[in-house]
């Protein structure tokens, strides 16, 4: 923190871990606003960033109902969502829950285009916005996704061009 700029990780080796995990929520999201703000400089200029930006625990920048600095970050992800589909900018976010208090703000959610499902918290399972609305249509139960097998998921989306979310699965 401080002591290297923004530039200098993404001009720099080909795989950057930033392991934020022994910093404060202020400054996890101070440090990201500062990353946003200089890939959005890059690409409102034009260039192609060919990058992958995976976003760890991603409610704790992008929560169900953002307050202060995570106001900033949510806007930030939403917009690098959005821009970055035109510049090579593939943004990953891992959550463990999707909607409501545990989840991803929805207007990030409906930035992203493609999403992996794997076993529910039993909060995404039923209620408004839960897994029966959006998988229900297709034959799969939020029961089915609560229990499901490790190394099994669903993906759904611009990766998956079916109208029905593909069932993967992989040994662990």
């Known amino acids: 923190m401080g002591t290297r700029r923004i530039s200098s990780l993404l001009n720099g080796p080909r795989v950057t871990v930033v392991d934020m995990s022994e910093f404060s929520s202020n400054a996890k999201l101070s440090f990201f606003i500062t990353l946003t ?4 400089d890059r690409m409102s200029s034009g260039h192609d960033l060919s990058m992958v930006l995976i ?14 600095l995570q106001i900033e970050v949510t806007n930030a992800v939403k917009n690098l969502a959005a821009l970055g589909r035109k510049h090579n900018l593939n943004l ?23 999403n ?3 076993r529910l918290h039993p909060l995404d399972a039923a209620g408004e916005g839960g897994a029966k609305e959006w998988l229900g249509p297709y034959g799969i139960t939020p ?18 061009p079916s109208p029905i979310p593909l069932l993967i699965t992989f040994e662990v």
């Open 55 to 68: 976003i760890d625990e991603a409610p704790q920048y992008t929560p169900f109902r953002p307050e202060g």
């Open 92 to 114: 990953t976010l891992i959550a463990q829950g999707i909607s409501g208090e545990i989840g991803v703000n929805a207007a990030v959610r409906r930035n992203l285009n493609t």
């Open 143 to 160: 029961e089915y996704l609560l229990n499901l097998e490790d190394g099994r998921f669903y993906f759904a989306g611009v990766m998956n």
């Open 37 to 40: 703000k200089e890939l959005m």
């Open 116 to 118: 992996f499902y794997g």
